[in-house]
């Protein structure tokens, strides 16, 4: 994680906040403090604008229409494409859209299924997966990243593995390295954990894979709203986004893939758009990514991704790592403070991003969030997808505080100090 960046200054971060109108709400009687960006970010102006504008002035569908329309969506479209590339430090054809970072990665799982089918010809012959073939994971993984890896295993019969965790949630690489064997045919994992809040060790992760010849799947959720990234630097093969976490409109995210490995892949959705002759025996596909882009796709919602990263580079990632990373150690070490609370993550790790799980006392998250909620503080409470990581910590629920680029350090202190009423009605307890 980069600290060498100058954090934003309080004039800076003031418009900011006047970008985004859910600002101004008020909740319950409070203005609102919203600390729930890692499970979905807010809109600024520009982004809103440019979905609406697209709608207003530019509908049609893309790559099907030789009038003026449909010619302008399509640029428009693909312009899209190469924006958000770019800012993953991806080529454009090495970036498909899908409806979410889960599609992306269901994508890539069946897709290998196929493939070990024996779908796709020779050239997807490098992806088979079967019976004595192993896929792993880890212990913290959000569901979206963990059952599909589990469904190919039970497709293939290949064997489903999982990197443990320590007891403060963080991955545990000894171990790391006696799962990771010859057998390894994909390492899967996520850059941080939307639950522990602490970046992983991306690359000892991928030469522990690279050692044995296995691909390497990222999961960069909660790290490419927040963190510079440049994934072919990252020596990753695959990596899933999810719009709605960095600014964008929900129903778009994006897989990215290496180029040699998207061209040898088999499709997994099929009809219209992806294909060069269809005949009543069979058909040809396109190559990527229209390949893996079946149907009417997302394209209001591709093109305010696109200025979605346009806002976040006109700010400038390395700042805004900078400012999450001061509010991340205010809202640990604050949390860290309370006798009667329990981080989850180490409090002062390096490597920590402005999301931070908790309990307080034997309260249940569900009432924590309530109490905060009526106070006008949003927080994720629950398992936020990752049960095997709660069971592993021995909580069945916990509250997720996750700050953004708009949030102040006043807003942390307040989530804090919101835990007050929560004493208050438990009594401690």
Not at 176 to 199: C, D, K, M, Q, W
Not at 314 to 332: K, V
């Amino acid at each position: 994680m980069s600290s060498i960046a100058a954090p934003l200054t309080e004039a800076e971060l003031a418009a900011i906040r006047a970008d985004f109108p859910q600002l101004g709400e008020v909740v319950q009687g409070h203005p609102l403090v919203y600390l729930d960006s890692g499970a979905t970010s807010l809109k600024p102006r520009s982004v809103l604008d440019a979905e609406r504008r697209f709608a207003e002035t530019r509908t049609a569908a893309v790559h099907r229409g030789a009038h003026t329309l449909a010619a302008e969506a399509t640029e428009d479209y693909e312009d899209a494409r190469r924006r958000v590339a770019r800012f993953v430090g991806a080529r454009e054809d090495e970036l498909v859209w899908t409806a979410n970072a889960t599609e992306a990665v269901n994508l890539v799982a069946y897709a290998i299924g196929n493939a070990s089918l024996g779908r796709g010809g020779a050239a997807a012959e490098g992806f088979r997966i079967g019976p004595g073939d192993e896929i792993v994971a880890t212990e913290q993984e959000h569901h979206a990243n963990l059952i599909p890896w589990q469904e190919l295993a039970a497709r293939t019969g290949a064997t489903f593995r999982w990197i443990r965790t320590h007891d403060d949630g963080t991955l545990d690489l000894g171990h790391a390295a006696e799962v990771i064997g010859e057998r390894t045919r994909l390492v899967a994992f996520s850059h941080v954990s939307n639950v522990v809040g602490v970046e992983n060790p991306v690359a000892e992760l991928v030469a522990l894979a690279r050692a044995v010849g296995a691909l390497v799947l990222l999961d960069a959720c909660q790290s490419a709203p927040h963190l510079p990234l440049d994934l072919r630097a990252l020596d990753v093969d695959f990596a899933v986004l999810s719009g709605h976490k960095m600014l964008a409109p929900t129903g778009i995210g994006a897989l990215y893939g290496r180029r040699g490995l998207l061209r040898d892949l088999p499709p997994f959705l099929t009809g219209g758009s992806m294909i060069t002759t269809v005949t009543m025996d069979g058909a040809d596909f396109l190559p990527p990514p229209q390949r893996f882009e079946a149907g009417t796709q997302r394209i209001s919602q591709a093109v305010a991704f696109a200025a979605a990263v346009d806002y976040l580079e006109t700010i400038g990632m390395e700042r805004i790592a900078a400012h999450e990373a001061a509010l991340g150690a205010r809202l640990a070490a604050r949390l860290a403070e309370q006798p009667d609370v329990r981080l989850i993550g180490p409090a002062d790790s390096p490597h920590r991003v402005g999301l931070a799980a908790f309990t307080i006392g034997t309260v249940h998250a569900h009432d924590v969030g309530q109490l905060l909620d009526e106070q006008g503080i949003a927080v994720r409470v629950g398992h936020h997808c990752a049960q095997p990581l709660h069971r592993r910590l021995g909580v069945t629920a916990t509250a997720r505080a996750s700050t953004y680029l708009y949030n102040t350090p006043a807003e942390v202190d307040a989530l804090v100090d919101g835990l007050d009423a929560v004493r208050r009605v438990f009594g401690g307890r």
